[in-house]
Protein backbone atom coordinates (compact mmCIF):
# COMPACT_ATOMS: atom_id res chain seq x y z
CA UNK A 1 0.00 0.00 0.00
CA UNK A 2 1.12 3.52 -0.67
CA UNK A 3 2.34 5.04 2.11
CA UNK A 4 2.01 8.87 2.27
CA UNK A 5 5.15 10.69 2.36
CA UNK A 6 6.72 12.56 4.96
CA UNK A 7 8.91 15.14 3.33
CA UNK A 8 9.57 17.66 5.90
CA UNK A 9 11.76 20.84 4.74
CA UNK A 10 13.58 20.77 1.66
CA UNK A 11 17.17 20.56 2.36
CA UNK A 12 19.38 23.29 0.69
CA UNK A 13 20.94 21.95 -2.98
CA UNK A 14 24.56 22.92 -1.72
CA UNK A 15 24.34 20.33 0.44
CA UNK A 16 24.38 17.80 -2.19
CA UNK A 17 24.05 14.31 -0.66
CA UNK A 18 21.23 15.25 1.91
CA UNK A 19 19.38 17.02 -0.85
CA UNK A 20 19.94 13.68 -3.23
CA UNK A 21 18.86 11.97 -0.77
CA UNK A 22 15.84 13.69 -0.12
CA UNK A 23 14.78 13.87 -3.88
CA UNK A 24 15.55 9.95 -4.34
CA UNK A 25 13.07 9.24 -1.06
CA UNK A 26 10.73 11.94 -2.48
CA UNK A 27 10.97 9.65 -5.68
CA UNK A 28 10.35 6.53 -4.33
CA UNK A 29 13.42 4.77 -6.36
CA UNK A 30 13.49 2.44 -2.93
CA UNK A 31 10.29 1.07 -2.77
CA UNK A 32 10.63 -0.08 -6.53
CA UNK A 33 14.56 -1.14 -6.17
CA UNK A 34 14.16 -3.50 -2.96
CA UNK A 35 12.88 -6.93 -2.99
CA UNK A 36 10.06 -7.00 -0.23
CA UNK A 37 8.32 -10.13 0.89
CA UNK A 38 4.70 -9.67 1.93
CA UNK A 39 5.18 -5.97 1.68
CA UNK A 40 8.08 -5.57 3.80
CA UNK A 41 11.51 -4.59 2.43
CA UNK A 42 14.45 -7.53 2.75
CA UNK A 43 16.93 -5.54 4.97
CA UNK A 44 20.23 -5.06 3.79
CA UNK A 45 19.13 -6.00 0.09
CA UNK A 46 18.23 -1.62 0.23
CA UNK A 47 18.44 -0.72 -3.61
CA UNK A 48 19.63 -4.05 -4.76
CA UNK A 49 17.23 -4.48 -7.08
CA UNK A 50 15.36 -7.48 -8.48
CA UNK A 51 11.76 -7.05 -7.13
CA UNK A 52 8.76 -8.37 -9.68
CA UNK A 53 6.53 -6.95 -11.51
CA UNK A 54 4.52 -8.56 -13.82
CA UNK A 55 3.41 -6.90 -17.29
CA UNK A 56 1.10 -8.66 -19.41
CA UNK A 57 2.58 -12.35 -19.54
CA UNK A 58 6.02 -10.98 -18.65
CA UNK A 59 8.02 -10.70 -15.69
CA UNK A 60 10.00 -7.35 -15.16
CA UNK A 61 12.90 -6.93 -12.12
CA UNK A 62 14.17 -3.33 -10.52
CA UNK A 63 17.64 -3.10 -11.20
CA UNK A 64 20.04 -2.92 -8.94
CA UNK A 65 21.28 0.69 -8.24
CA UNK A 66 24.07 0.23 -5.30
CA UNK A 67 26.89 1.09 -6.06
CA UNK A 68 28.21 -2.70 -7.10
CA UNK A 69 31.03 -2.56 -9.42
CA UNK A 70 29.59 -6.09 -10.82
CA UNK A 71 25.73 -6.17 -10.49
CA UNK A 72 25.04 -2.85 -9.49
CA UNK A 73 26.01 1.03 -11.19
CA UNK A 74 29.03 1.31 -9.32
CA UNK A 75 30.90 1.75 -12.48
CA UNK A 76 28.02 4.03 -14.05
CA UNK A 77 29.79 8.19 -14.55
CA UNK A 78 27.45 10.51 -13.15
CA UNK A 79 27.24 11.79 -17.02
CA UNK A 80 26.16 8.19 -18.13
CA UNK A 81 23.33 8.05 -14.89
CA UNK A 82 21.71 11.54 -16.92
CA UNK A 83 22.52 10.72 -20.19
CA UNK A 84 20.22 7.20 -19.02
CA UNK A 85 17.19 9.26 -17.97
CA UNK A 86 17.82 11.90 -20.19
CA UNK A 87 17.07 9.44 -23.09
CA UNK A 88 13.37 9.20 -22.77
CA UNK A 89 13.02 13.15 -22.94
CA UNK A 90 11.52 12.89 -26.53
CA UNK A 91 8.42 10.82 -26.43
CA UNK A 92 8.23 10.85 -30.07
CA UNK A 93 11.19 8.13 -29.64
CA UNK A 94 9.85 6.13 -27.93
CA UNK A 95 10.14 2.23 -28.90
CA UNK A 96 8.19 0.41 -30.39
CA UNK A 97 7.90 -3.20 -28.62
CA UNK A 98 6.36 -6.09 -29.56
CA UNK A 99 4.39 -7.99 -26.56
CA UNK A 100 7.63 -10.02 -26.07
CA UNK A 101 10.84 -7.22 -26.25
CA UNK A 102 11.51 -6.13 -22.78
CA UNK A 103 9.28 -3.54 -21.24
CA UNK A 104 9.71 -1.72 -17.86
CA UNK A 105 7.74 0.24 -15.32
CA UNK A 106 10.50 2.37 -14.24
CA UNK A 107 9.19 5.33 -15.05
CA UNK A 108 11.78 6.76 -17.70
CA UNK A 109 9.42 9.12 -19.11
CA UNK A 110 8.23 10.99 -15.58
CA UNK A 111 11.98 10.90 -14.24
CA UNK A 112 13.52 12.10 -17.96
CA UNK A 113 11.91 15.68 -17.06
CA UNK A 114 14.08 15.70 -13.80
CA UNK A 115 16.83 18.47 -13.97
CA UNK A 116 20.17 17.18 -14.30
CA UNK A 117 21.57 19.32 -11.12
CA UNK A 118 18.49 17.02 -9.39
CA UNK A 119 19.27 13.63 -10.96
CA UNK A 120 23.44 15.02 -10.40
CA UNK A 121 22.55 15.06 -6.34
CA UNK A 122 20.76 12.10 -6.86
CA UNK A 123 23.46 10.08 -8.05
CA UNK A 124 25.96 11.20 -5.86
CA UNK A 125 23.66 10.31 -2.84
CA UNK A 126 23.24 6.88 -4.29
CA UNK A 127 26.96 6.15 -4.73
CA UNK A 128 27.40 6.41 -0.98
CA UNK A 129 24.97 3.33 -0.51
CA UNK A 130 26.44 0.37 0.49
CA UNK A 131 27.29 -1.85 -2.43
CA UNK A 132 25.43 -4.87 -2.10
CA UNK A 133 26.41 -8.20 -4.72
CA UNK A 134 23.07 -8.94 -6.55
CA UNK A 135 22.52 -10.28 -9.90
CA UNK A 136 19.45 -9.62 -11.64
CA UNK A 137 17.75 -10.50 -14.88
CA UNK A 138 15.79 -7.57 -15.50
CA UNK A 139 13.58 -9.34 -18.21
CA UNK A 140 11.55 -12.54 -18.77
CA UNK A 141 9.04 -12.87 -21.31
CA UNK A 142 6.46 -15.13 -21.16
CA UNK A 143 6.88 -15.98 -17.73
CA UNK A 144 3.17 -16.27 -17.36
CA UNK A 145 1.78 -18.50 -19.85
CA UNK A 146 1.23 -22.00 -18.92
CA UNK A 147 3.05 -24.30 -21.01
CA UNK A 148 0.75 -27.07 -21.80
C1 LIG B 1 7.75 1.89 -10.41
C2 LIG B 1 8.99 1.22 -10.05
C3 LIG B 1 10.29 1.99 -10.14
C4 LIG B 1 10.59 3.20 -9.58
C5 LIG B 1 9.69 4.13 -8.75
C6 LIG B 1 11.98 3.46 -9.88
N1 LIG B 1 12.49 2.45 -10.64
FE1 LIG B 1 14.35 2.40 -11.47
N2 LIG B 1 13.89 0.67 -12.45
C7 LIG B 1 12.72 -0.07 -12.27
C8 LIG B 1 12.80 -1.28 -13.06
C9 LIG B 1 11.73 -2.35 -13.15
C10 LIG B 1 14.05 -1.26 -13.72
C11 LIG B 1 14.65 -2.35 -14.65
C12 LIG B 1 14.16 -2.21 -16.06
C13 LIG B 1 14.73 -1.00 -16.74
O1 LIG B 1 15.96 -0.89 -16.87
O2 LIG B 1 13.94 -0.14 -17.12
C14 LIG B 1 14.70 0.00 -13.33
C15 LIG B 1 15.94 0.43 -13.79
C16 LIG B 1 16.64 1.52 -13.29
C17 LIG B 1 17.96 1.91 -13.72
C18 LIG B 1 18.79 1.24 -14.80
C19 LIG B 1 19.88 0.43 -14.18
C20 LIG B 1 20.61 -0.40 -15.17
O3 LIG B 1 21.40 -1.25 -14.72
O4 LIG B 1 20.42 -0.27 -16.38
C21 LIG B 1 18.32 2.99 -12.95
C22 LIG B 1 19.64 3.76 -13.01
C23 LIG B 1 17.22 3.28 -12.09
N3 LIG B 1 16.20 2.37 -12.32
C24 LIG B 1 17.23 4.28 -11.14
C25 LIG B 1 16.08 4.68 -10.43
C26 LIG B 1 16.03 5.86 -9.60
C27 LIG B 1 17.21 6.78 -9.31
C28 LIG B 1 14.76 5.96 -9.16
C29 LIG B 1 14.14 7.06 -8.32
C30 LIG B 1 14.27 8.39 -8.92
C31 LIG B 1 14.01 4.83 -9.69
N4 LIG B 1 14.85 4.08 -10.45
C32 LIG B 1 12.68 4.58 -9.44
C33 LIG B 1 11.64 0.31 -11.49
C34 LIG B 1 11.50 1.52 -10.81
Not at 74 to 91: E, L, M, P
Request: aromatic share 10%; with cysteine; proline share 5%.
Amino acid sequence: MPKKASLGTIPNPADTLKYGAYLVNAAACMDCHTQNVKGEMIAGMEFAGGREFRIGNNTVRSANITPDKETGIGNWTADAFVQRFKTFSDREKAAKVSPTDPQTIMPWYNFSGIKESDLRAMFAYIKTLKPVKNTVVKFTANSFVKSE
